[in-house]
T-cell receptor, first 117, second 111 residues
Framework: GAVVSQHPSRVICKSGTSVKIECRSL??????MFWYRQFPKQSLMLMAT?????????EQGVEKDKFLINHASLTLSTLTVTSAHPEDSSFYIC?????????????FGPGTRLLVL | DAKTTQPPSMDCAEGRAANLPCNHS???????VYWYRQIHSQGPQYIIH???NNETNEMASLIITEDRKSSTLILPHATLRDTAVYYC????????????FGSGTKLNVKP
């Protein structure tokens, strides 16, 4: 149980284009989903918190107009990197917290590796 | 959110117990301690969590000191597949239960 998927697993795009990454909770409903970014040899950095049916909240320094987050249902959140540039190349990871989880355990997706040329 | 301090790396012989320490001296009374691990190029995997009492599951044991200022994750019989970065996280009960990852401990299990 508690499986989270991401799609795509890898994406290469040209500079200036937009890329959408999907995060799905496969066997549970997630009232809250989180998006992280990880650069090589670094730890995960929280980007934003997404709640179903409401606007995402972004961490300090993360541009909300560049990283658009939509949490349209209890099993799906999407992250769109708009007008991507080479410095946006990174490993993007989502996590989901079951609505029934009183302890707050998050379950992570396998990650999406983005390369912007 | 409480900060956590972990050694950057540790070695362990295959088949032996791996004991990974974590300091969280500013933890609040209602904050949980979580452990995750990340195998190269994958998403983090949940291991175990606790509040005050020691916990054990099929993967590991978590020992939390009485003053809750530190904890130890124990992998009883480490295998080569346990080689990963292990993260100790203190979870805030507020702000949507966010996790802030530190730098973790790279555990190298050697034959």
């Amino acid at each position: 149980g508690a499986v989270v998927s991401q799609h795509p697993s890898r994406v290469i795009c040209k500079s200036g284009t937009s890329v959408k990454i999907e995060c799905r909770s496969l066997d549970f409903q997630a009232t809250t989903m989180f998006w992280y970014r990880q650069f090589p040899k670094q730890s995960l950095m929280l980007m934003a918190t997404s709640n179903e049916g409401s606007k995402a909240t972004y961490e300090q320094g993360v541009e909300k107009d560049k990283f658009l987050i939509n949490h349209a249902s209890l099993t799906l959140s999407t992250l769109t990197v708009t007008s991507a540039h080479p410095e946006d190349s990174s490993f993007y990871i989502c996590s989901a917290r079951p609505g029934t989880s009183g302890s707050g355990t998050q379950y992570f997706g396998p990650g999406t590796r983005l390369l912007v040329l | 959110d409480a900060k956590t301090t972990q050694p950057p790396s540790m070695d362990c012989a295959e088949g032996r117990a791996a004991n990974l320490p974590c300091n969280h001296s500013t933890i609040s009374g209602n904050e949980y301690v979580y452990w995750y691990r990340q195998i190269h190029s994958q998403g983090p995997q949940y291991i175990i969590h606790g509040l005050k009492n020691n916990e054990t599951n099929e993967m590991a044991s978590l020992i939390i000191t009485e003053d809750r200022k530190s904890s130890t994750l124990i992998l009883p019989h480490a295998t080569l597949r346990d080689t990963a970065v292990y993260y100790c996280i203190v979870r805030s009960l507020y702000n949507f239960n966010k996790f802030y990852f530190g730098s973790g401990t790279k555990l190298n299990v050697k034959p």
